[in-house]
């Protein structure tokens, strides 16, 4: 009876011992079917929303001890802008084939106990593209607990480091191991985030207090196989969901939601080829804001020549808002700005030769090109002032906007130098 016990006893404790983090054997490529979404806008059906998803094969496998390689396969990039959930996601063939190159090449990433470490990629893979690696690896962080079942943790993820809730159960018959996980994205020692587009507000801690006007949640639900050595994702579902309620509403807060989905399909013994070219260190797991994408918000409008358009809505603009302001005047605005960033600088400067001795629509036009956001609208403000096309007044009020909403980089200080003092009468 004694020896029964003591088997049992030793059965339990090797039990609460077993490497349940994920693993990648030597010498074999593991091969997933990925599909990413996300899309943004206002939670309720019947309304506009706007969104990408990805779709690929993704292949992974072992170039040396702790390293391993991630390479997306056949990727395809499809794009929503409609009325959720009626319309569908159609094909963005353009954006697929530029991308191509970079969604193609291998990256390198550090690998050990379910915790991802450095990552690594040629230069000529974009921030943009290696985030979406990012977000595949942010599914394989797992920090496994040896004798806990459930416990939290400050976890590492593309989103910072946050709260983590971590459930682990095991069914014996079926050989499977259910984890789950939960991110609390308000309570993080470290959040990845940028603001931009704020130069006017004022923040309210008493509103930050009664609640927070950014918040997120993001669950984790996995199914793997034990091995020998660890375990085996067989599918992972992960689903991230942000609010955003400035002024906290208690209906009507815009949303952002992500979801993963990654599924093993087969092993291979076939190696993933390097690419010949120098892999450098690009940061960790943690999401990194590219700089190659001007972070603008963008108005859902249909171009087919933006300097055609952008007349005809000066014209309305003009036109419906002499008397009194009409109705539509702020979505025709944002439109009329919209194409501007969209038109070549000939075109601005084509537009602004035709109005500029019109004062209603010289208005407009001044109104609208800081908010390009670009070194176009500062460049343009710049040689109108110093070519004596503006005053003073309507210069400095363009300027003081533009500044604001472009970005801060050197060649827009550069631009924005004066050669010698200007005087001022």
């Known amino acids: 009876m004694r020896a029964v016990v003591l088997a049992l006893t030793l059965a339990l404790v090797a039990s609460q011992h077993v490497n349940f983090a994920p693993e990648f054997a030597a010498s074999k490529t593991y091969e997933y079917k990925y599909e990413a979404l996300l899309l943004g806008g206002l939670p309720e059906e019947g309304l506009a929303r706007a969104g990408v998803k990805v779709i690929s094969k993704v292949l992974i496998s072992a170039v040396a001890e702790n390293t391993y390689l991630l390479k997306l396969v056949d990727p395809e990039i499809f794009e929503y802008s409609g009325v959720w959930p009626k319309d569908n996601f159609v094909p963005a063939a353009k954006l697929t084939s530029a991308l191509a190159a970079q969604l193609s090449t291998p990256i390198k990433f550090e690998y050990a106990n379910g915790v991802v470490g450095k990552v690594f990629a040629p230069t000529a893979v974009s ?11 942010n599914i394989l962080q797992l920090n496994i607990k040896k004798t806990q079942n459930v416990y939290e943790l400050q976890e590492a993820g593309a989103q910072g480091v946050c709260k983590t809730h971590y459930v682990i159960s095991e069914d014996a018959k079926a050989e499977r191991i259910h984890l789950t996980k939960t991110k609390d994205l308000n309570n993080c020692q470290e959040r990845i985030m940028k603001d931009f587009g704020l130069a006017y507000t004022e923040k309210c801690v008493e509103c930050q207090q009664r609640g927070k006007a950014l918040r997120g949640a ?6 793997m196989k034990p091995t020998a050595t660890g375990a085996l994702i067989m599918e992972a579902t992960v689903t991230e969901l942000h609010q955003f309620t400035p002024f906290n509403e208690m209906t009507g807060a815009a949303q952002m939601e992500a979801k993963q989905m990654l599924t093993f399909v087969e092993i291979k013994k076939t190696p993933i080829m ?35 358009q952008a007349v005809e809505i000066l014209n309305h603009l003009v036109t419906y808002n002499m008397a009194q302001v009409h109705e539509d005047a702020p979505l025709k605005f944002v439109q009329f700005i919209q194409l501007l960033r969209m038109a070549s600088s000939e075109s601005i400067e084509a537009i602004w030769a035709e109005f500029k001795a019109k004062p209603a629509y010289r208005h407009w036009i001044l109104d609208a090109v800081p908010s390009i956001g670009s070194p176009v609208a500062v460049r343009f403000i710049k040689d109108k002032f110093l070519a004596g096309d503006i005053t003073i007044v309507e210069a400095a009020q363009a300027l003081v906007a533009a500044v604001h909403m472009v970005t801060a ?9 004066v050669s010698k003092p200007l005087t001022f009468k």
């Open 127 to 137: 921030e943009t593209v290696l985030n979406v690696h990012r977000g595949i690896l």
């Open 218 to 223: 993001a669950a984790y639900s996995y199914i």
């Open 274 to 308: 390097l690419f010949d070219a120098k892999y450098v260190h690009r940061g960790s797991i943690q999401y990194e804001f590219a700089t190659e994408i001007l972070q603008t918000p963008i108005q859902l409008l249909k171009i087919n020549n933006a300097h055609t």
């Open 409 to 417: 980089d050197l060649d827009t200080v550069k631009l924005v130098e």
